[in-house]
């Protein structure tokens, strides 16, 4: 597979609402595997396609547990709260505490185009919500408090 260069701020499609997928076909399958390549290869816990100039509702996940892709994925039920340091490939070096909600809900459909429910919390939980938040053109620097980059 192809591992793809991620875009990193102000690249304009990281804050561009990205387009739902309609038919899920074989460039769709492709994506997704490249997509994971990507975020193993650099080491993410989550890409979004809008990270890798794609502005399609697609997520890869691994947090550790295990493997997750969503297509258009949607956060249907939240609950609860908690804190967290997050980063992202699309913005490096920088680092911030973000509030997100504890247990989530999320719907989507997995590559054979069945619709999944995933029930997260904690550090799932988190990670959906951020790559989801990429979807939307949000970076987890506007959620974030206490904001520390990297020195040089």
């Known amino acids: 597979m192809a591992v793809y260069k991620v875009v990193k701020l102000p690249e304009e499609i990281l804050r561009t609402k990205s387009i739902p997928v309609k038919n899920i076909n074989s460039g769709v399958i492709r994506l997704l595997d490249n997509m994971r390549d990507t ?11 809008p990270q890798i100039g794609i502005s399609k509702r697609i997520i890869v996940i691994d947090p550790g547990e295990n493997y997750i892709e969503l297509i258009n994925p949607e956060v249907i039920e939240q609950e609860g709260e908690q804190y967290g340091v997050e980063g992202c490939l699309s913005v490096p070096g920088v680092t911030g ?15 054979e185009g069945n619709e999944v429910q995933i029930e997260a919390d904690e550090m799932l939980a988190r990670v959906l919500q951020h790559e989801i938040d990429h979807l939307d053109g949000i970076l987890f620097i506007d959620k974030a408090q206490d904001i520390k980059r990297e020195k040089q």
């Open 39 to 49: 975020m193993y290869a650099f080491d993410g816990v989550g890409v979004a396609a």
């Open 97 to 111: 505490v973000v509030k997100r909600a504890k247990n989530v809900v999320v719907r989507g459909l997995n590559r």
